[in-house]
């Protein structure tokens, strides 16, 4: 089969490729990135040699490009991560989102239901919890759960949601679409909770928690979901969907306090010297409150669960970013640099103060 992979050198798309590539030579998988900031290359260092991986830089947002791909490479399968991710950003500026999201996710649905007969025998729309809103203090997101978005990031991945399943029932495209809650693992761009905050622990710097820290979020490590979605384009049913999670809540203070225990760890310091960097900063505006997953759907019918614990899979992902210094300090040069002074040096500190 040939696979298009659209955002292959982003965070989770590089994990799926690093994954996958080897365990199937029977496949060959084109990887569409535009390599925008957080996508890089090196990421796929291991698998760039294999006769069955190639890299084509083009802009899903280009709908000439992405059509004259399609044209081209006649794919059979197409496994869209291809995103703008990143909330924050999307508060700021969320022209991006609406053009790769929204547009992007428009232009490869046209390239593929223009494909001859025989080929694009499956899309794969790789999306959000964050469509469905957010949670109280009980209750857990279902496939039913109305879509109730609270970013422009969370509203352009819904935007491309209702895309996906409106190509299925008019055009008959043979889409599946997964929800996946937050991911974490190697390779994660450090403007991400979990990255953010092991780096800064580790180089003493200020620990930002937005609010009080009480948001709750339920963590994936990013292999477990990469592992979700090869199932479910195997054994999940055409035109459904199928939350993906690793039922596993964490309080943000919470995972900030575990970070801290495990560079602390690492460092040889005690933990208590790392927990008085965190800062109680300006919360986020239409911060959801929490998000939690029933994935029993896609456990009872695909036989999925997921390998790692929150704890063995944060271990591990500490392990990692202490063990790439050099991809880290490559990631975190130019454009990150001006992220962060702008995101952080403008957020005054929030009501909890220091702590
Ligand atoms: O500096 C920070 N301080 C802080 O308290 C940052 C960056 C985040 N947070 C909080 C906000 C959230 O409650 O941590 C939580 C996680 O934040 P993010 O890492 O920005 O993730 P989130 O907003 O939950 O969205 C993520 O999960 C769903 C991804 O960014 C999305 O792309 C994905 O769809």
């Known amino acids: 089969m040939d696979i298009v992979v659209t955002g292959g050198a982003g965070f989770i798309g590089s994990n799926f490729l690093n994954l996958l590539v080897p365990r199937h030579p029977e496949h060959r998988f084109i990887n569409v990135d535009k390599l925008t900031y957080a996508a890089n290359v090196r990421n796929l260092s291991a698998i760039e040699n294999r006769p069955n991986y ?23 399968i197409v496994v869209h991560f291809a995103a703008e991710s990143h909330v924050d950003r999307s508060i700021v500026a969320p022209d991006a989102f609406i053009e790769t999201n929204i547009a992007g996710t428009f232009n490869l649905l046209e390239a593929f239901r223009a494909l001859p007969k025989g080929y694009g025998q499956l899309f794969h729309h790789v999306s959000t919890d964050e469509v469905y809103g957010s949670l109280g203090a009980t209750g857990l997101f279902t496939e ?46 450090p403007e991400k909770l979990i990255p953010l905050m092991l780096l800064n622990a580790l180089e003493g710097k200020p620990l930002p928690v937005y609010g009080q820290g009480t948001n709750v979020r339920d963590w994936l490590y990013v292999d477990d979901h990469c592992e979700a979605i090869w199932t479910v384009m195997h054994k999940g049913r055409v035109g459904e969907t199928y939350n993906i999670g690793g039922r596993s809540e964490q309080k943000n203070l919470d995972v900030v306090h ?98």
């Open 54 to 76: 190639r890299l084509e830089r083009v802009d899903i947002a280009d709908r000439d490009a992405v059509r004259a791909l399609f044209e081209r490479e006649k794919p059979q």
């Open 258 to 355: 575990a970070i801290c225990d495990l560079v602390a760890e690492a460092k040889g310091v005690p933990s208590g010297e790392l927990r008085a960097l965190i800062r109680y900063v300006q919360d986020r505006p239409g911060h959801d409150l929490r998000y939690a997953i029933d994935a029993s759907k896609l456990m009872n019918e695909c036989g999925w669960a997921p390998r790692e614990s929150f704890e063995s899979g944060l271990r591990k992902t500490v392990r990692w970013y202490l063990d790439n210094p050099g991809w880290v300090a490559e990631v975190r040069s130019g454009e990150y640099r001006e992220w962060i002074e702008r995101n952080y040096a403008t957020r005054g500190e929030g009501p909890g103060g220091k702590r």
């Open 144 to 189: 039913q759960t109305a879509y109730d978005p609270s970013s422009p990031y969370s509203a352009s991945k819904a935007a491309s949601d209702h895309l996906v399943r409106a190509y299925h029932r008019t055009y008959g495209l043979p889409t599946k679409l997964t929800n996946c809650s937050n991911n974490y693992g190697p390779y994660q761009f």
